[in-house]
Every structure is written in C-alpha cells, then in structure tokens.
C-alpha cells in the first residue's frame, strides 16, 4: 500500500543534541513537508520541498535543517539551537488535486 | 495573511445528539478547502475536499459545506468511534501551501 512511513515513532533527545526524523513516502508525490504540532496549536509548517535537491524555508524553520537528496525521503533534523524541540512532528507529501497524505508521526521529547 | 479559526474548540456530545463544527478562513483565491481527522498520536486522515461555495459532500455520518466564508462539518447521530480532533485547512489559489486551523476536539459519550 502506499503511504507515508516515519520513524522512529518516539524519540527522546538531550540538551545540545542534534536529532535526524525520518521520513519515507512511495506514493510518487514531488511535494514534501515537514509540520510541528504543539497542543491547542495548528499545524505550523517547518520546511517544505517541491522537487528533488530543493526545500524552502516555512513559518517556523529556525533550529531545523532538511535534505532532499531522493524523491522518496525527506530528513528532518532537529539542532540544538532549537530550544524547544519537544513537539509531536508530522511529514506529509501532496498530490495536487487530492491534498495532503500524512504520516503516522514522530513524538520528540527533551530529556 | 491567509488564516484559518475553528469553532468551539473542544465539544462533547451524547451519542446520537447531532451537531455542527465550524471552519472560517480568509484567504486570497480559495484552490480548495480540507477536512482531516486526528487521533490522538496519530497523524491526520483525509476526510473531504470542498472547491466552490455551495459545494457540498458526505461520508457516512459526516457531511461537509462550503459557504464564502466558512465551511460547517456536520456530524448526524455520532458514536462514540468519531471522537477525534478534526482540522480544517485552506489551500490558496496562489502556492501550495496549506494553513491549518487550530481544530475541534469532539468527544462523543456513550
């Protein structure tokens, strides 16, 4: 089945450490995002890439870095000068005309 | 700027008491709005996409409307298996981009 596979599920970091969330679609889309979602918040959009070796800045993307290397991945790293990085952070790729496919999340917590 | 509210933000209903949850966005050339439903510790699942004004579309006991201004989903007789947290998104006629509401955290009582 198609989808959308992140990994791991939960991840605990350390204070100045820098993190890698995984994030792997076979659904053929060249769109990919990456979002935090906070409690009682929206989706807040981190970075986003349209095509392979390009990604752009989203709303909050200080402290994060990505990489598009493949179409099928999409890595998001968490660096230590994000000082809040506990946050449940989802990936999502798109397909123009059906929207969004999510997937099942990565839980960060600060240790 | 593109926004997206949602209304109420937690509502709680008796199992088979109808209700509405409301989506109003502003936003500049609407490409399409989006209805998700969230578990908790899950990500979201697609539930409809609405176009036009006047368009509408159901799913079960779900059924989603797009006015100008806002879109309702209404939710007809509901068990206690569509408690979820539904979000609302637009899709503006100038990016790809979506902005996303808040949400509504529905908790139906058996």
């Known amino acids: 089945d198609g989808g959308i596979t992140q990994s791991p599920k939960y991840l605990f970091r350390k204070e100045g450490q820098n993190v890698t969330l995984s994030c792997e679609q076979n659904?053929?889309?060249?769109?990919m995002y990456w979002y935090r979602q906070d409690p009682g918040q929206g989706l807040r959009l981190i970075y986003y890439?349209?095509?392979?070796?390009?990604?752009q800045k989203g709303d909050i993307a200080e402290g994060y870095s990505v990489s598009r290397e493949k179409k099928e991945s999409f890595p998001l790293t968490v660096t230590s000068a994000q000082k809040n990085p506990t946050a449940f952070y989802l990936c999502?790729?798109?397909?123009?005309?059906?929207?969004?496919?999510f997937g099942s999340g990565t839980r960060l917590t600060v240790v | 700027e593109d926004q997206v509210t949602q209304s109420p933000e937690a509502l709680r209903l008796q199992e088979g008491e109808s209700s509405s949850l409301n989506c109003s966005y502003t936003?500049?050339?609407?490409?399409?709005l989006f209805w998700y439903r969230q578990d908790p510790g899950k990500g979201p699942e697609f539930l409809f996409t609405?176009?036009?004004a006047g368009e509408e579309k159901e799913k079960e006991r779900l059924k989603a409307t797009l006015t100008k201004k806002e879109s309702f989903l209404h939710i007809t007789a509901p068990k206690p298996e569509d408690s979820a947290t539904y979000l609302c998104?637009?899709?503006?006629?100038?990016?790809?981009?979506?902005?996303f509401g808040p949400g509504t955290r529905l908790s139906v009582l058996p």
């Open positions: 999502a790729s798109s397909h123009p005309d059906y929207g969004y496919t």
């Open positions: 659904l053929n889309h060249d769109a």
């Open positions: 890439s349209q095509i392979v070796n390009d990604f």
């Open positions: 936003v500049s050339g609407l490409r399409g």
């Open positions: 609405l176009y036009s």
């Open positions: 998104a637009v899709q503006a006629g100038n990016g790809q981009n979506f902005v």
